[in-house]
């Protein structure tokens, strides 16, 4: 298959624009236990010096709870999109839940009790519920079909299926809708979205930021619409230094 190949992006000017950033391929490196993720001391410095120079126009969008991208992030407190957007903190502090919609107890128990004979992961979040099989890849394709059958089962559930993790959520949500509600106020707005991540669910944020003027910029290998790619978080953190500078 042609592997497209869009180009690596340009050396903006950060002070006009405004950033969306994944967390787990993006920010660091993904590892087999999704809670012993860590961001190095260097790329914690990098977003630090970015949010000074956009004045802090830079958000986290991570399927994450918000609690955990706080944990992660810690000692940087930064607007969060967490849980895939169902929960959201903006630059002012003020938090919204969407506790109002939550997965059914009969499909959270289907995911719980596969993992449990299984041996993998299972999470529960605002919105959504996630199995986590990068420990047993080998269960990838039994965690797909599962989340995708009760995807199938009601109509206010989709599939997503990420990096060795598959979830059930809710549609209401997605980067997407994060981005723009976060795009509309302060200091955000006026500002060129910039929305970058390393996989599936991030092509959301991409095709918004695009259609809101900005641009999509993809971590590493894979289809996307993002109009630029960088191969590793490698590549990203040279590029924020540089745009940093
Ligand atoms: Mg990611």
Known sequence: MMQ????PPPIIDCGKHAFFLDFDGTLAEIVARPEEAQITAHMRDLIGRLVDRTDGAVAVVSGRSLADVDRLM???????AGSHGSELRGYDGAQQTDTDRKIDPD???????????????????????ALHYRSAPDRAQDSIALIDDLAATDDRYRAVHGKMVSELALCAH?????????ANSAPFAGRVPVMVGDDVTD????????????????????ETIAAH???SIGAFSRWLEDIIR
């Not at 497209?4 to 180009?7: G, I, K, V, Y």
């Not at 596969?114 to 529960?124: I, K, S, V």
């Open 107 to 129: 499909a959270l128990q289907r995911i719980t009790g596969f993992a449990r004979q299984t041996g993998l992961q299972a999470e529960q979040k605002p919105g959504s519920a």
């Open 174 to 182: 997605d980067k997407g809708t994060a981005l723009a509600h976060f």
């Open 74 to 80: 810690s000692p940087l407190v930064l607007p969060v």
């Open 229 to 231: 790619r960088l191969n």
């Open 203 to 222: 092509e959301d944020g991409f095709r918004r930021a695009q259609a809101l003027g900005g641009m999509g910029i993809k971590i590493g290998a894979g």
């Open 4 to 7: 497209d190949a869009p180009p």
